[in-house]
Nanobody, 121 residues
């Protein structure tokens, strides 16, 4: 019922910045509410890990490895979550996935297809 569309991935040099966006939409055009929205990442051979999450009220949590460098935000009117990534390191390279807990006719968890971020030395 809900589609998450991600954008903003790409190739960047170490120390550079990228911004990711993820917009949630329902086929019916009606999303009643979105609770948590977040970003996860998965590097080759590694488990998927939480990068950052933001509540509907704007409270945030970050992985320790990205604190001070990444900023998550959301626009509730647009059902969109953003991830501003600064001071990127090669170890940040991964596929970044958008996640959202959404109520249309019931609560459900949704995932985007992922966007690749590659940070070169």
């Amino acid at each position: 019922q809900v589609q998450l569309v991600e954008s903003g991935g790409g190739l960047v040099q170490a120390g550079g910045s990228l911004s990711l966006s993820c917009a949630a939409s329902a086929a019916s055009g009606r999303i009643f509410s979105i609770n948590y929205m977040g970003w996860y990442r998965q590097a080759p051979g590694k488990q998927r890990e939480l990068v950052a999450v933001i509540s509907s009220g704007g409270s945030t949590n970050y992985a320790e490895s990205v604190k001070g460098r990444f900023t998550i935000s959301r626009d509730n009117a647009k059902n969109t979550v953003y991830l501003q990534m600064n001071s990127l390191k090669p170890e940040d390279s991964a596929v970044y996935y958008c996640n959202a807990h959404v109520f249309v006719v019931a609560w459900a968890d949704y995932w985007g297809k992922g966007t690749l971020v590659t940070v070169s030395s």
